[in-house]
């Protein structure tokens, strides 16, 4: 069996002053994917790195305190790929890819973290040159390799993954444009959302962020933007999925799913 978590943490160091490290060593995970962590190379301590039989790898932004991915292995990959498009998205530090290749076999598991549109038309245009990039590139593993994508896609794919979706579907994370795209991403790549092929018909308990405004997280006004995307073969292993919400280290909430295959 093979444990994957994905965390997107709203700064690293915030997330660890409230917990996340303790938490993360009781979770018998192989590899722990985080995203925003909000962090250059110099500011991530010893204790970061290493945590209970983990080593940590990262790909920072450039830009201090933005973005940034991360990946928690208990096994040293035989590659590590550090960013995808080798111009502005690697700047930005949004993607990392783990490989554990062997005679007979390809297979990655990716941390990365898609732009947020929210803050104003200057971030949605560039969510949307980053999905025009990342298209493609997930054409070409998907025909070289299998693989686990996790992360914080910034997108809720269909009505049953938001509470509001009637109000939000002129806001980033809804529109149109963005949930067409997943959809392709789906049916054209030929990838699987794993949490849904285990739970097609999850709405409060699916939900894996929540707003600071209002009373968003008392009231389970959420949105299902943090997934586990697969090639078909990996996730027609997946055995269980689950959103940890009993403590709070981010606006987001870990997403765990074990799989029966092994790295």
């Known amino acids: 069996m093979t444990r994957i978590i994905t965390a997107n943490l709203n700064g690293i160091r915030s997330a660890v002053n409230k917990g996340f490290l303790p938490w993360l060593e009781k979770q018998t995970a192989d590899i722990v994917c985080v995203q925003e962590i909000k962090a250059h190379d110099g500011d991530i301590t010893p204790a970061m790195r290493t945590v209970d039989g983990f080593r940590a790898h990262f790909h920072c932004a450039q830009k201090k305190g933005y973005s940034g991915v991360g990946l928690y292995v208990k096994r040293e990959p035989s590659d590590l790929i550090v960013g995808f498009d080798g ?3 690697d700047d930005e530090g949004r993607y990392l890819e783990a490989r554990y290749d062997r005679p007979g076999r390809k297979l990655s598991i990716i941390s990365c973290y898609f732009p947020s549109g929210s803050s104003g038309e200057d971030r949605q245009q560039a969510k949307y040159r980053f999905l025009d990039a990342f298209f ?3 054409q ?3 025909a070289e390799r299998e693989f686990v994508l996790c992360g914080d896609i910034n997108i809720a794919h269909k009505e049953i993954d938001l ?3 009637k109000s939000n579907q002129k806001n980033s994370g809804f529109l149109p444009e963005e949930r067409a795209w997943f ?3 789906l049916d054209e790549v030929g990838l699987v959302d794993v949490y849904r092929r285990l739970h097609p018909d999850a709405t409060g308990e699916a939900y894996t962020w929540w707003s600071n405004r209002g009373q968003a997280w008392a009231k389970n006004v959420g949105w299902r933007i943090d997934y586990h995307i697969a090639t078909p073969a990996l996730a027609e292993t997946a055995r269980s999925a689950a959103v940890y919400k009993d403590e709070r280290f981010s606006d987001h909430a870990p997403l765990t799913i074990d799989y029966g295959f092994e790295l």
Request: hydrophobic share 35%; proline share 7%.
């Open 183 to 185: 959809t392709r991403m």
């Open 140 to 142: 070409r593993l998907k």
């Open 163 to 165: 509470k509001n979706w």
């Open 136 to 138: 493609p590139h997930l």
């Open 87 to 89: 111009g502005e998205f």
